[in-house]
């Protein structure tokens, strides 16, 4: 079947909300924790509630909240503010839930209008998930599937284990994770496919099998002995299950909207002084360069957001190389050149450019010159290093694959990456020494002293 199948008006979202979220620890509702840091903290329902609204496909929303009148009405009371500033024609309604997950998406699914074709299905807890990923799941139900999924390859190594009487796991077998996916959400449906998931038993046949496949609405479908198309997810929409995932999913709200050191917002504006560190008002190009896990990431991201520049990260790079089908040890010198096109492109446009990978090697720095050179922006290298080898190695450790196929390398492969002197760097910072606000100030700072 193809094409945009008939009756399809709007896209509906089913916001599932009305977990306990015990494993939180948090002594409440988890919509109801916060997430975030200043003035970006709110509820976790408020962040998911914000992304879905991204999604200029969604036309009727509807909250699924805790059933007990307490958590109820905290949860109206969180979702009035949002109700002032929606884009035009969206609505948005809050139910009480029903007492396992399955009974909280049918109650969310009879609140929609019967005009609705498309729904989607989506849990608060993944309150980060980019909108890039519903629209990707609405357009695959537009193009004909009944029933869609998001979700990323499985990159760690799967054992089959057998629990023995006194407890003790014995490994069975290691399994071929190759054709192993973690599914997410917002998963999408034809409205029609959807509704006889959750009103039409299970066949006998089938019914031992949809014990293990019932824990989300695209396991009801199989169940069903319906067939679920898979697109691709985020590792953005990760789960916020555990006191770590909240962490996590607050590091990366500070790492795209940063607090400035001088106590505003970055994301909310970028000084002139800031933008024009060469005050010449050429473009300026930032290159990092240091080993994985020194914390060049976070620094680019920190560094782009004051100077209004572009991101250039390598890793996404490659790995979007990797995905159209180059080969995995060829990826570094096609991704040092696919960087090098795209900031000249930018600096062309006069936009600055903070250029975030190894860059290890004299040949790539000097090439790096040269692109500044032709583009007429000014050149700023900056030695990126980590100089206390614990917290180097608790960082390289602790770090969580943001991009969709991508694998860190470990502490072994980036302690002994090559990283050739840079005698020439206009600057070389220490970030186990200095807080990575600090050390933005202190290149801005090189910056206006260079061009004096």
Same mark, same amino acid.
């Given at each position: 079947?193809?094409? +945009?199948?008939?009756?399809?008006?709007?896209?509906?979202?089913?916001?599932?909300?009305?977990?306990?979220?015990?494993?939180?620890?948090?002594?409440?509702?988890?919509?109801?924790?916060?997430?975030?840091?200043?003035?970006?903290?709110?509820?976790?329902?408020?962040?998911?509630?914000?992304?879905?609204?991204?999604?200029?496909?969604?036309?009727?929303?509807?909250?699924?909240?805790?059933?007990?009148?307490?958590?109820?009405?905290?949860?109206?009371?969180?979702?009035?503010?949002?109700?002032?500033?929606?884009? !035009?024609?969206?609505?948005?309604?809050?139910?009480?839930?029903?007492?396992?997950?399955?009974?909280?998406?049918?109650?969310?699914?009879?609140?929609?209008?019967?005009?609705?074709? @498309?729904?989607?299905?989506? $849990?608060?807890?993944?309150?980060?998930?980019?909108?890039?990923?519903?629209?990707?799941?609405?357009?695959?139900?537009?193009?004909?599937?009944?029933?869609?999924?998001?979700?990323?390859?499985?990159?760690?190594?799967?054992?089959?284990?057998?629990?023995?009487?006194?407890?003790?796991?014995?490994?069975?077998?290691?399994? $071929?994770?190759?054709?192993? +996916?973690?599914?997410?959400?917002?998963?999408?449906?034809?409205?029609?496919?959807?509704?006889?998931?959750?009103?039409?038993?299970?066949?006998?046949? +089938?019914?031992?099998?949809?014990?293990?496949?019932?824990?989300?609405?695209?396991?009801?479908? /199989?169940?069903?002995?319906?067939?679920?198309?898979?697109? /691709?997810?985020?590792?953005?929409?990760?789960?916020?299950?555990?006191?770590?995932?909240?962490?996590?999913?607050?590091?990366?709200?500070?790492?795209?909207?940063?607090?400035?050191?001088?106590?505003?917002?970055?994301?909310?504006?970028?000084?002139?002084?800031?933008?024009?560190?060469?005050?010449?008002?050429?473009?300026?190009?930032?290159?990092?360069? =240091?080993?994985?896990?020194?914390?060049?990431?976070?620094?680019?991201?920190?560094?782009?957001? !004051?100077? =209004?520049?572009?991101?250039?990260?390598?890793?996404?790079?490659?790995?979007?190389?990797?995905?159209?089908?180059?080969?995995?040890? $060829?990826? =570094?010198?096609?991704?040092?050149?696919?960087?090098?096109?795209?900031?000249?492109?930018?600096?062309?446009?006069?936009?600055?450019?903070?250029?975030?990978?190894?860059?290890?090697?004299?040949?790539?720095?000097?090439?790096?010159?040269?692109?500044?050179?032709?583009?007429?922006?000014?050149?700023?290298?900056?030695?990126? /290093?980590?100089?206390?080898?614990?917290?180097?190695? !608790?960082?390289?450790?602790?770090?969580?694959?943001?991009?969709?196929?991508?694998?860190?390398?470990?502490?072994?492969?980036?302690?002994?990456?090559?990283?050739?002197?840079?005698?020439?760097?206009?600057?070389?910072?220490?970030?186990?020494?200095?807080?990575?606000?600090? @050390?933005?100030?202190?290149?801005? +700072?090189?910056?206006?002293?260079?061009?004096?």
């Amino acid at each position: 079947m193809t094409g +945009r199948p008939d009756g399809i008006v709007g896209a509906g979202l089913v916001l599932v909300a009305a977990g306990r979220g015990t494993r939180l620890g948090a002594g409440r509702p988890k919509a109801l924790v916060p997430l975030g840091r200043g003035a970006d903290a709110a509820p976790i329902l408020v962040h998911a509630l914000r992304g879905a609204l991204r999604c200029t496909a969604i036309t009727d929303l509807v909250v699924v909240a805790p059933s007990d009148p307490e958590a109820f009405a905290e949860v109206q009371h969180a979702v009035r503010p949002e109700l002032t500033d929606l884009p !035009r024609g969206v609505r948005i309604t809050v139910v009480p839930g029903g007492a396992e997950r399955s009974d909280s998406v049918a109650r969310g699914l009879a609140a929609l209008p019967a005009h609705v074709g @498309v729904v989607l299905v989506h $849990d608060a807890a993944r309150a980060l998930t980019p909108v890039e990923v519903f629209d990707r799941v609405i357009h695959a139900v537009h193009s004909g599937h009944p029933a869609v999924t998001p979700a990323v390859a499985v990159t760690d190594t799967i054992k089959q284990v057998r629990t023995g009487p006194t407890g003790l796991q014995t490994v069975l077998a290691t399994v $071929d994770r190759s054709s192993l +996916r973690a599914v997410q959400t917002p998963q999408g449906f034809l409205r029609e496919t959807l509704e006889r998931a959750h009103a039409e038993p299970v066949d006998q046949g +089938r019914a031992e099998a949809s014990l293990a496949l019932t824990t989300d609405d695209c396991g009801m479908v /199989e169940a069903h002995g319906g067939r679920v198309t898979v697109v /691709e997810g985020s590792p953005r929409a990760l789960k916020i299950t555990t006191p770590e995932d909240l962490e996590v999913a607050a590091g990366w709200m500070e790492a795209e909207h940063p607090v400035r050191t001088d106590g505003t917002d970055g994301a909310a504006g970028v000084d002139d002084q800031d933008r024009d560190v060469t005050g010449e008002g050429r473009p300026v190009l930032v290159v990092l360069s =240091g080993r994985p896990g020194v914390g060049k990431t976070t620094l680019a991201r920190r560094l782009a957001t !004051r100077l =209004g520049a572009t991101h250039l990260r390598g890793d996404s790079i490659e790995q979007a190389l990797v995905r159209s089908g180059l080969e995995d040890g $060829d990826r =570094g010198p096609y991704g040092y050149a696919a960087c090098y096109a795209v900031a000249r492109d930018q600096l062309l446009l006069g936009r600055s450019v903070v250029a975030d990978m190894v860059n290890g090697l004299g040949v790539v720095r000097q090439e790096w010159e040269a692109v500044a050179r032709d583009c007429g922006a000014v050149a700023l290298g900056v030695l990126v /290093e980590c100089r206390d080898p614990q917290e180097h190695r !608790r960082r390289v450790e602790a770090r969580v694959a943001d991009i969709p196929g991508h694998r860190p390398p470990g502490w072994e492969s980036s302690r002994t990456r090559l990283v050739e002197p840079w005698p020439e760097a206009d600057l070389t910072v220490d970030t186990s020494a200095v807080e990575v606000g600090a @050390v933005v100030d202190q290149i801005l +700072r090189h910056g206006e002293g260079a061009r004096r």
